[in-house]
Every structure is written in structure tokens, then in C-alpha cells.
């Protein structure tokens, strides 16, 4: 295939040749026959393929490197189908699940049968080990695991909470194996007990409960532990300026989700407990500190903890709701909507979802336009924004905390070379055959829209590892 007259992230227009899984060139003027360095070859009438993607933005996929799959275990909250689809539809092309599923991916065999259920994914994936008591570092960590983590540090409220000496001794181990861990944050110790006794009506008091200081104290906690063992550590979900500020001044790397870029305790009394989720969501003038620390690039990845629950499971008070909300979808939309005001520039959120996922996670295929790398990419229309509906996305949640919001959504998403969801109510869309339906039709809403087949593949995978000597 070959995108014509494309919009990068830099501003530069160029053609982009796809061939194969990868992207063959990235030029002023690629001629339609693939004409490159290699030649016309048996998949000419692929490449031949022209897309005029003029006035249009080109993306390499997001790399969500924070989501919750939820199987096994949780079938009816997600599935890796409903998952990945979630994700072709808003531009992911890869995605890192976490290990709190029934059971927890904490040992070999439980890492196995994950992997098993994982190969069912539209988009490329990686799959992190936890760590609990009963944990079995020694055959965890022989598997092709992403990371290990998220690791929950002195979270009472998991089941998957540690001490800090199994903290040590599982950075300790992963260090030692050439493997990043992420850590969820959060010292339970902290918390403020007088908040717990506010009435479960006032949805507030979840953001009362789990404190500013919990968050801050454990990532210097385990700041502290990562740079005496030397460890890569990754704070997931920071939350909080101070937070933040720690963890780049210890030399560590951090995400931050949408929901706490964009949603704050002001949107509480709209959200209910769909606004319940740990990190909890800060004051307003806690989240413009947060977004100014992603405009000027402190801060490395936006990840979503996608982390979907039924209405019906939501439909309770505050200290009953389970935590956790969708994001995968509408993470490059919304990210996408506030570039198109001029908040973001186009490079930042092509670095926040992609180039620095790729670089710290070592996916050195992924995570940019360039010659050589996997053709993950997305297709954007930059000045079509349109407004998020839950109903209308694809994770089994079927509502989302960005009601409403301005969201700027693919027109295609491609992985390795394969478009795997495509939107046909657009007129710019005039490529043919390139999808014959495959798997994970979404319900409802857009019919205009096809999914390909289930292509994903674990990043870490020997086979990949392989392939990329070359
Ligand atoms: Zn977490």
C-alpha cells in the first residue's frame, strides 16, 4: 500500500510505502509501484494499493502500554476481542495487559494459558507478570513477559498488595534479568481514615480517602529501592504534581492516564462512581499541574488503565463501586481533539503514545514513521472532531467517563501491514477490498465500520526477537 501526500507528526508531508509488515519508504514522491530500493516483488498487487491521505495526519499506532484485558476471570467486564477492538478503533496497535486477572498471571503456567487467550487479539499485545507472595519468579520470568508489574506496592485493597521486602527482592530478580517493572503507587498507610466515614452518596470522598501524600510517598519509596538496585522503574498512573516531580528527579520514567489530564474531583457529582478509580481522580488545580508536566514533556507516557466494569457493577455507592474505568479507545481521540486546539502539539502526542512507549520498553520496530519499522499506523482527519459516546465504543463497557467530549477517531487503523479496522462512512475512504469483516463486528452504533482478523501477537514473542536481527 502506499499513502499518498501524508501528514506526519512533524508537519512534513511525505508518501509512506508499506510492504509486507513493514514500511518499505518514507518519501517526497514514492512512485504506486513500490518502486524502492527492493524492487516489485510477489506482493506487487499489495503495494500497488494507493491511499490519497492528503490534508490527512499519519500516526504510528499508540502503544497503550497500561490496560486491563480482563480474561481470565472477568469475561463479562472484556475479553481480548473486545479489548483489541476498543483499541484498533482509537488508533492502538499495540497494548500491555496487567496481571490482576482470575487467576493472576504469576507464575509459568498462568503466563501460558493468558498467552493462549491473548492470540485472539486484532492488535499487537504484551502481557506483564505480577507479584504476590506465591509468586514463581524463576519460571515468570524465563516466558517472553513485557514487564514485570504493575506491581502494587502496599495496596490494601487489591489482593495483589506487597510488603516492601517482596517489593525488593521482585525488582531485585527482574533487574537482575534485564526486565522493566512498573509500580502502582499508592501507600495505603496514608489514606485518611476520617474520610472513610463520609457517606457513600458523596462520591467525593474516594478522592478524599486515597490522599495526594499515599501516592507521593510510595513513588519515593520505591524510587528509593529502584535506584539502589539500579532498576528501570515505570511509575504507572501518577497522578499528582509531586508524584511526578519525584519520580524524573530519582531518574525514573512515568505515565499518566487521560482521566487524570482531563477529568478532575470538579466532574465528580456528573460521573458518580464511574469518576472511582485508584489513583482517585484531584483537585482541578492538581490536574492543570499534571497537564502542564505532559505539554512540556516531563512527563513520558500517556496510558490508560483501561480498566472496564459493567454499569450494573458501578450502579452502587462510592466504598462499594468497583475501581477502575475504560480508556483504550478514546486515549489518541481526546489526545488528538486538544492538538487540533493548539494545547499539544502533534509531535507531543506522537511521542507521549508511541515513541517513548518504544523506546522505554525497548520495541525498537515500534512507535514511529519510519523506513524499516512495523507498518502500525493510524489515519487521521485532523479537523474532524466528533463527539464521544460510550454506546458507541467497542469495549464491553459500553459507557465511558468522556461523555460528550471531543474525540479526533482513526479513519484506519493498520497493524504490521494489515489494515484491522477500517470506517467506511468517510468519502476519503476509497480503498478496496481491503477487509473482508473477520471477527469482532462492533455492536450498534457505526455500522460503516469493519474490523480485520485477529493478528496481534505478543511483542516480545522469540519469533519477533528473531525477525528483528535482520
Ligand atoms: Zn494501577
Same mark, same amino acid.
Given at each position: 500500500?502506499?499513502?499518498?501526500?501524508?501528514?506526519?507528526?512533524? &508537519?512534513?508531508r511525505?508518501?509512506?510505502?508499506?510492504?509486507?509488515?513493514?514500511?518499505?519508504?518514507?518519501g517526497?514522491?514514492?512512485s504506486?509501484?513500490?518502486? #524502492?530500493? =527492493?524492487?516489485?516483488? %510477489?506482493?506487487?498487487?499489495e503495494?500497488e494499493?494507493v491511499?490519497?491521505?492528503? !490534508?490527512k495526519?499519519?500516526?504510528?499506532?499508540?502503544?497503550?502500554?497500561?490496560v $486491563?484485558?480482563?480474561?481470565?476471570?472477568? *469475561?463479562?467486564?472484556?475479553?481480548?476481542e473486545t479489548?483489541?477492538?476498543?483499541?484498533?478503533?482509537?488508533?492502538?496497535?499495540?497494548?500491555? %495487559?496487567?496481571? =490482576?486477572? %482470575? *487467576?493472576?498471571t /504469576?507464575?509459568?503456567?498462568?503466563?501460558?494459558?493468558?498467552?493462549?487467550?491473548?492470540?485472539?487479539?486484532?492488535v499487537?499485545y &504484551?502481557? =506483564?507478570?505480577?507479584?504476590?507472595?506465591?509468586?514463581?519468579?524463576?519460571e515468570?520470568?524465563?516466558?517472553?513477559?513485557?514487564?514485570?508489574?504493575?506491581?502494587?506496592?502496599?495496596?490494601?485493597t487489591?489482593?495483589?498488595?506487597i510488603?516492601?521486602?517482596l517489593?525488593?527482592?521482585?525488582?531485585?530478580?527482574?533487574?537482575?534479568?534485564?526486565v522493566?517493572?512498573?509500580v502502582?503507587?499508592?501507600?495505603?498507610?496514608?489514606?485518611?481514615?476520617?474520610? @472513610?466515614?463520609r457517606?457513600?452518596?458523596?462520591?467525593d &470522598?474516594?478522592?478524599?480517602?486515597?490522599?495526594?501524600?499515599?501516592?507521593?510517598e510510595?513513588?519515593?519509596?520505591?524510587?528509593?529501592?529502584?535506584?539502589?538496585?539500579?532498576?528501570?522503574?515505570?511509575?504507572?498512573h501518577?497522578?499528582?504534581?509531586?508524584?511526578?516531580?519525584?519520580a524524573?528527579?530519582?531518574?525514573?520514567?512515568?505515565?499518566? #492516564?487521560?482521566?487524570h489530564?482531563f477529568l478532575?474531583?470538579?466532574?465528580?457529582?456528573?460521573?458518580?462512581?464511574?469518576?472511582?478509580?485508584?489513583?482517585?481522580?484531584?483537585?482541578?488545580?492538581?490536574?492543570?499541574?499534571?497537564y502542564?508536566?505532559?505539554?512540556?514533556?516531563t512527563?513520558?507516557?500517556?496510558?490508560?488503565? $483501561?480498566?472496564?466494569?459493567?454499569? #450494573? +457493577?458501578?450502579?452502587?455507592?462510592?466504598?462499594n463501586?468497583?475501581?477502575?474505568?475504560p480508556?483504550?479507545?478514546t486515549?489518541?481521540?481526546l489526545?488528538l481533539?486538544?492538538?487540533?486546539?493548539?494545547?499539544?502539539?502533534?509531535e507531543?502526542?506522537?511521542?507521549?503514545?508511541?515513541? =517513548?512507549?518504544?523506546?522505554?520498553?525497548d520495541?525498537p520496530?515500534?512507535?514511529?514513521?519510519?523506513?524499516?519499522?512495523?507498518?502500525?499506523?493510524?489515519?487521521?482527519?485532523?479537523e474532524?472532531?466528533?463527539e464521544? @459516546?460510550? +454506546?458507541?465504543?467497542?469495549?464491553k463497557?459500553?459507557? #465511558?467517563p468522556?461523555? !460528550?467530549?471531543e474525540?479526533?477517531?482513526?479513519?484506519?487503523?493498520?497493524?504490521?501491514?494489515?489494515?484491522?479496522?477500517?470506517?467506511?462512512?468517510?468519502?476519503?475512504?476509497?480503498?478496496?477490498?481491503?477487509?473482508?469483516?473477520?471477527?469482532g463486528?462492533?455492536?450498534?452504533?457505526?455500522s460503516d465500520?469493519?474490523?480485520?482478523?485477529? /493478528?496481534? +501477537?505478543?511483542?516480545r514473542?522469540?519469533?519477533?526477537?528473531?525477525?528483528?536481527? %535482520?
Amino acid at each position: 500500500m502506499l499513502v499518498r501526500n501524508a501528514t506526519l507528526a512533524d &508537519g512534513r508531508r511525505r508518501d509512506v510505502q508499506v510492504r509486507g509488515e513493514r514500511i518499505d519508504a518514507v518519501g517526497r514522491r514514492l512512485s504506486a509501484e513500490g518502486g #524502492t530500493e =527492493n524492487g516489485r516483488d %510477489d506482493d506487487e498487487a499489495e503495494a500497488e494499493r494507493v491511499i490519497d491521505a492528503t !490534508g490527512k495526519l499519519l500516526l504510528p499506532g499508540a502503544i497503550d502500554v497500561h490496560v $486491563h484485558a480482563r480474561e481470565p476471570g472477568f *469475561p463479562y467486564k472484556e475479553t481480548w476481542e473486545t479489548l483489541s477492538a476498543s483499541a484498533a478503533a482509537g488508533g492502538v496497535t499495540t497494548v500491555v %495487559d496487567q496481571p =490482576n486477572t %482470575d *487467576p493472576p498471571t /504469576i507464575d509459568g503456567e498462568r503466563f501460558d494459558a493468558k498467552a493462549e487467550l491473548a492470540t485472539r487479539s486484532l492488535v499487537d499485545y &504484551g502481557i =506483564n507478570g505480577g507479584v504476590t507472595p506465591e509468586w514463581e519468579p524463576g519460571e515468570l520470568l524465563e516466558r517472553p513477559l513485557f514487564a514485570l508489574g504493575e506491581i502494587f506496592l502496599a495496596d490494601s485493597t487489591g489482593e495483589m498488595g506487597i510488603d516492601a521486602d517482596l517489593f525488593e527482592a521482585a525488582v531485585r530478580e527482574a533487574t537482575e534479568r534485564g526486565v522493566a517493572t512498573t509500580v502502582h503507587a499508592e501507600d495505603a498507610a496514608l489514606f485518611s481514615e476520617t474520610a @472513610r466515614e463520609r457517606d457513600g452518596d458523596d462520591v467525593d &470522598g474516594w478522592s478524599a480517602f486515597r490522599t495526594i501524600e499515599a501516592e507521593v510517598e510510595a513513588i519515593a519509596q520505591a524510587c528509593t529501592v529502584g535506584a539502589e538496585l539500579g532498576a528501570q522503574l515505570h511509575i504507572a498512573h501518577a497522578s499528582t504534581p509531586e508524584g511526578i516531580d519525584r519520580a524524573k528527579d530519582a531518574g525514573m520514567t512515568c505515565e499518566v #492516564t487521560p482521566h487524570h489530564l482531563f477529568l478532575s474531583r470538579a466532574d465528580l457529582d456528573e460521573l458518580g462512581t464511574c469518576g472511582r478509580m485508584n489513583p482517585p481522580l484531584r483537585s482541578e488545580d492538581c490536574r492543570k499541574a499534571v497537564y502542564e508536566r505532559v505539554a512540556d514533556g516531563t512527563v513520558d507516557v500517556i496510558a490508560t488503565d $483501561h480498566a472496564p466494569h459493567t454499569r #450494573t +457493577e458501578k450502579d452502587t455507592d462510592v466504598w462499594n463501586a468497583p475501581s477502575g474505568v475504560p480508556g483504550v479507545e478514546t486515549l489518541l481521540p481526546l489526545l488528538l481533539a486538544e492538538a487540533r486546539e493548539g494545547k499539544l502539539s502533534y509531535e507531543r502526542v506522537r511521542d507521549l503514545t508511541a515513541a =517513548n512507549p518504544a523506546a522505554i520498553f525497548d520495541l525498537p520496530r515500534k512507535g514511529r514513521v519510519e523506513a524499516g519499522k512495523d507498518a502500525d499506523l493510524a489515519l487521521f482527519d485532523p479537523e474532524t472532531a466528533r463527539e464521544i @459516546r460510550g +454506546e458507541e465504543r467497542h469495549s464491553k463497557a459500553g459507557w #465511558t467517563p468522556f461523555e !460528550g467530549s471531543e474525540g479526533v477517531f482513526p479513519e484506519w487503523t493498520m497493524v504490521r501491514g494489515q489494515v484491522i479496522y477500517e470506517r467506511t462512512d468517510d468519502e476519503s475512504w476509497d480503498v478496496d477490498g481491503s477487509s473482508d469483516g473477520g471477527s469482532g463486528d462492533g455492536d450498534g452504533g457505526d455500522s460503516d465500520e469493519r474490523f480485520g482478523e485477529a /493478528i496481534g +501477537e505478543n511483542v516480545r514473542s522469540s519469533s519477533r526477537t528473531m525477525a528483528n536481527d %535482520d
